[in-house]
Each structure stands twice: as C-alpha cells, then as structure tokens.
C-alpha cells in the first residue's frame, strides 16, 4: 500500500483513464452478453412452453382414445353377456331394459342373420315413422351378419332418427341363433369432454398468460387451433423461415414483427404419435427485453459518469479487497470441504455450544437416530436424543469425555449398539467452548460377528456330532445284530412272554438312537444345494398356500407382502423348508387372534425375508441359544429346527438374525445375496 501511495499523480490519471475505459468496454460487452442470454433464457422458455404443449397434446388425444377404448371394452362386455343369455333363454324386451338400466346402456338392439331388428329394449316413437332415417344399422354390422367378424367397434355414428352422436359396437349372437347384437351410448359426455381438454382449449389457455403474444398451430391450409388474440396469419408457403421449420423436426427462432410490434417466436413441427399434424408457433412479448435493455444501457451511463468520482478511492481498496475475496475463497473451500468429509463420515458427528445447542448434525447422525439434520439444528441435546443416550448429555454436562463408550439403544424391533467418543472443545480463555460427539454404529459389525460365532458354532456341532455318531454307530449295529439272535435263536425255559417284550423294547430302543444317529449324521454332512431361478411370487404363494390353513385354524391372521418381484438362486426346496420351520414356531408362539407377516423385499444387492409375529417372545437370554443344536424351549421339541434354519441359510451364503421382546412379538430377518 505503501508503494502505491508513492506514485506520481499523472500516473494515477492515466491509470484512472485506463480503467475508466475498461469499465466502459466491460459495461458495453456485459449489455451484450446480458442480451444474449436474455434471449437464450427466452428460447429455453418458448422450448419448455412447446414441450409442454406437446406432450398436453399427445396426452389429450390418448385421454380420449383411452377413453373411448374403456366405452368399447364396457359395451363389448355388456353385448357378450346379453349373447350368452341370448343363447340359453329366450330374452323379452323387459329383459333388455332392466340390464340396459343396470349397466347404463342407452340403446340394446338384437338383429337377426338379415339384418332385421327382432328385440330392443327402445320401443320406437311413432313420430319415427315418418321421419327418414341418417343410417341403416345393417351397412355397420355387416360385416358381423357375413361371419367375416364375431365382434365390432363401430365408434362414433350419427344417431338414425333423433339429433346426437352414439358410441357403438357389435357383437355376433351364437350359432344356434345367428345375427347381431348392437348396443350404444350416448356420446355427449365424451363429445364435451374432447371440447374440455381439445388442444384449442389447450393453447387458449396458456395463450392467456402473461407475457405470451400468441399460440398458433397451423398447417399448410391454414389455421388449425390458436390462442385468442390470433384472427389470420400468414401461411406457410408464404414464408421461407415458415416453410423451412416446416421441413424440419428441429426447433427455430426469429424475431418476428406482427400487428407492428416486435415479438421472440419460436417455430417447431407438432407431431403426435410419429404423424405429423402441422407447425407450432409460439410468439414471446419482448417488452422486458427492451425495457431492461433500456435500464442497462442508463445504468451504463451513470456508472460512467460516477466513475470518475469513485474510481481513485476503488485503486485504493482493490488490493485489500482482492485479498478479501481470496482468503473468503479460500474460507469457503475449506467451509465446503469440511462440511463435505462431515456430511460423507460413516460415523455420526453431533457438536453443541457450551449451552448443548446442536450446531452440527451430519447425514450419519441423522440415520442413525432418525431425526433430519434441519430438524436437529438449532435444537437443545437432550431434546432431541431424550433418554436413548443420556450418557452424552451427562458428559456434556459434567465435562468428562468419553473414549470408546459402547451402548445399546432400543428402537423397538431395530436395537442399535453404538460406540460413543467425545471431546470438549475450549476457547482461548480454557473455558468452554462447544462439544463433539462422534458416534459410530456397530449394530451389523456385532451382528456378523454373531453370525460368524454361530455358524462357527454350528460347525464345530456338527463335527462332534459325525464323530460322536461315528463312534457309536458300528457298536450299535453289534448291539442290534446281538438282540435280533437273541429273540430269534435263544428260548428260555421259563417267563418267555415277558423275554420277548424285553427283547423287542431293547431292539426299539436301538432303532431310536440310530434315528437320532441318522440325524447327527444328516446335519453334520448336508446335502448339496440344488440351486435353481425361482420366481419369488411362487416361493411365497406357496408358502401362503400350505401355511395359511394352519393359521386359520389356529384362529391366528396370516398375511404375506411382497414389495419387490425378482428372481432368486436358491435350492427351492430347502428354502421352503426354511422359511415354513419359522413360520411354525411363530405359529406356536402366536396365541389366537394374534398376527403373522412375512414380507419380501430387495435392498442393494439382498433378497431380505421378514418373518413378524405378535407372539410371546423370546427371552433375552436365550435369543443367543435359538440357533443351537437340540436347545428347545418346547416340551415336545427337538432342538433341530433352528440350527437346520441356520444351516440352510448359511448353505445360501446368507445371514439371518432375530429380534424379539416378550409380550410384544419376534422378528426373523433372512438376507440372500442377490443380483
């Protein structure tokens, strides 16, 4: 600043001249930019406005045909229901009336194979007679009469005697009974309806907004629908910029003159359904082109005239305001950058003041505790998190931090486990200053590694159990060979009655453990999976088939959900299993009128089953045993279900976990790779 204070005066002038001329030129060539993108805002303005009434067009028009396809559907129904009943009975014209009545049919006419009307449930106007008709019903249905059609969407005709249009249609009467029978609606409604939502009302309609001069479509006859400011046009054969956008698929832009004012219009081919209907013409008021090119060009007179004043104490400031602009340059790309990591963090970031106002409640906290990060700005600590983590309140409050601090939330059915650390931030003067808390979820890592314990578990069971069968299976045999010549060979003197009853229990007894042998055996050495693409509507209609009467006996409501359709990779069989082993138990547990829900839906790259149930629940001591072998809290259990669950499961490369509180229900969770 120093050396700039030292130049010479003559200098500061020729340096104020200088920049004085560039402000100038800048101004100037800023009027001309702000112009162009004036008029780019305009033409991105008029395509919108065109697309707009394109697509409102094509819309308009597949209304009306959605329409009258739904008239026909509805008729063509009525007319093969009053031909199977034609068929079987033979109808009266009270007949036709009641179900004309019922199903708002205006006119039922009932023809026979020359085309003469035998049955309606319409008796003629004697006034009819001498009137002469606009059409013979037979020229329509002739094809029908000439079995060249068994059914006829006639569509819009005139009526034959009385003023109005008629929807209709056909339909062949049986062999037996050859003919046809024609049946029709009043086609008012569907006639005002087009007029409602025409394109005409279309472009009239926008036509009358500000800021629009006029919409035309027009074609080479001449003008087909426009707004209402438009009596005549040019045509387009008069008019080489008409004529070539007529020739085109692309978008065009002049700007045009018309009743002596200057308007922005912007040309296109309106096209509906690949068929080309003519040229849309959208005329754009430039009123505020010319006025705001009027205000730039005074503002650019006076900041020239100014200038001159203000220049030299702006060569003074420029220096220290570059430098301001630079370090709040470099203040927001750390604002942002920081803000960025802290919105990206896979661990939750919650910071207060000294007063535990939040000020920072990153995307992470807020799926964690469910709360949106606008809703938590601004609000106190213990507002917001209320009991679920009091721990990070009383830290804030008493000053002491937490390193590594591990808690379990409960969510209802979604517990979390979650690990706390915070810090105290002080000011210059070492009080306090504000508060962070960086909270990480552990939930899925400490459920896999629960998975991993289990199936660790189970694999370890399954060893001892092939080894335990193995070692007692070929003694067992011995035994049961031994047993058999005893009741075969050997006879005793006496008591032989009571002999053969010990015999015989001593080879049942044998025949159990090796039933329970053969178990060891099957569950230490599954079969391989025979992995097949299954459609998951059919995995889970046949669940819904098998399980849903043992439900209903039980009294207990049995519903199945499923939120995505794909197709799975699984051994079919062996997933049914499964899933209905779980539904069993919910079933055991679930007292009448009690409720079952399996639900199936995709997350990422997982197939997750739901299996809820609103029974007595599991105990929290034995949730980690359920998957154990032989543990059963059933008298008549045998402690296998579950542990073949996990088994199958785990055969899938999948996981499955539990969730559960007494009084309240259970919660099973099946996740399945998926692609």
Do not use: C, W
Not at 51 to 57: L, Y
Not at 306 to 319: G, Q, R
Not at 352 to 371: C, L, R, V
Not at 375 to 393: F, M, Q, R, V
């Amino acid at each position: 600043m120093k050396k700039f204070l030292n130049i010479k005066p003559r200098y500061i002038i020729a340096i104020t001249a200088f920049i004085a001329l560039i402000m100038v030129v800048s101004a100037y060539l800023e009027l001309t930019q702000s112009r162009l993108e004036l008029f780019h805002l305009m033409t991105e303005q008029a395509i919108s406005l065109i697309e707009t009434i394109t697509i409102s067009s094509s819309n308009t028009l597949t209304s009306s045909s959605e329409i009258e396809d739904l008239i026909a559907q509805r008729l063509l129904t009525a007319g093969r229901m009053i031909a199977r009943l034609d068929s079987i009975t033979h109808l009266k014209q009270t007949d036709l009336i009641k179900f004309a009545e019922e199903n708002n049919i205006y006119r039922i006419n009932i023809f026979d194979k020359n085309g003469n009307k035998i049955l309606s449930n319409h008796t003629p106007e004697p006034e009819h007679k001498n009137l002469e008709a606009k059409n013979s019903p037979v020229d329509f249905i002739k094809p029908i009469l000439q079995d060249q059609k068994q059914e006829l969407v006639i569509g819009l005709k005139e009526a034959r005697y009385e003023n109005g249009m008629r929807y209709t249609v056909a339909v062949r009467r049986t062999k037996n009974k050859p003919g046809a029978i024609v049946l029709n609606v009043d086609a008012k409604y569907l006639l005002d309806f087009r007029k409602k939502i025409g394109i005409g009302k279309i472009l009239q309609d926008i036509g009358n907004n500000d800021g629009i001069e006029y919409i035309i479509l027009q074609d080479e006859e001449g003008i087909i629908a426009a707004s209402q400011s438009v009596i005549e046009t040019e045509p387009i054969e008069g008019d080489t910029f008409l004529l070539n956008a007529n020739q085109t698929d692309t978008i065009h832009t002049r700007i045009h003159t018309t009743n002596g004012k200057e308007v922005f219009e912007v040309v296109k081919s309106f096209n509906v359904e690949g068929e080309k209907i003519g040229l849309l013409r959208l005329g754009l008021a430039m009123d505020e082109i010319h006025a705001l090119n009027q205000r730039m060009i005074r503002r650019s007179i006076i900041i020239s005239l100014v200038l001159l004043v203000i220049l030299a104490i702006v060569i003074s400031i420029i220096f220290i305001n570059q430098n301001l602009q630079f370090v709040s340059r470099e203040y927001e790309k750390i604002q942002t950058y920081t803000g960025n990591i802290l919105q990206n963090m896979a661990d939750a970031v919650i910071t207060t003041d000294k007063n535990g106002i939040i000020t920072i409640f990153n995307e992470q906290a807020s799926k964690i505790f469910g709360i949106k990060t606008k809703d938590a700005i601004g609000k106190n600590l213990k507002e917001i998190l209320g009991g679920k983590l009091n721990t990070i309140y009383e830290s804030l409050k008493n000053y002491s931090p937490l390193k590594n601090e591990e808690f379990e939330i409960d969510f209802g059915y979604n517990g979390k486990i979650l690990s706390v650390n915070t810090t105290l931030i002080n000011n210059q003067l070492g009080e306090l200053d504000a508060f962070t808390a960086v909270i990480r979820d552990l939930t899925e890592v400490r459920k896999m590694e629960n998975q991993i314990k289990q199936r660790e578990r189970l694999s370890a069971m399954g060893e001892l159990a092939s080894g335990v069968a193995h070692e007692i299976k070929n003694p067992l045999n011995s035994i049961y060979m031994i047993g058999q010549r005893f009741k075969k060979e050997f006879q005793p003197a006496a008591n032989v009655s009571e002999y053969v009853l010990l015999t015989e229990a001593l080879l049942s007894e044998i025949q159990r453990v090796n039933r329970i042998i053969q178990q060891f055996l099957s569950f230490a050495r599954p079969p391989k999976l025979n992995l097949t693409e299954v459609f998951s509507k059919k995995l889970i209609e046949d669940i819904e088939i098998i399980f849903s009467s043992q439900a209903k006996e039980k009294g207990v409501n049995f519903e199945t959900i499923q939120h995505d359709a794909m197709v799975l990779k699984i051994d079919y069989d062996k997933m049914k299993q499964a899933l209905l082993n779980i539904l069993q138990n919910a079933l055991d547990a679930t007292q009448k009128g009690g409720f079952i829900k399996l639900s199936l839906k995709s997350d990422k790259n997982k197939a997750i089953f739901t299996i809820e149930d609103t029974g007595e629940g599991i105990p929290q001591e034995n949730l980690s045993k359920i998957f154990n072998l032989y543990f059963s809290t059933k008298k008549s259990g045998t402690g296998l279900g579950l542990s073949i669950v996990q088994q199958i499961i785990s055969q899938h490369n999948g996981n499955i976990s539990v969730e559960s509180h007494l009084g309240k229900g259970t919660k099973f969770i099946i996740e399945l790779p998926y692609k």
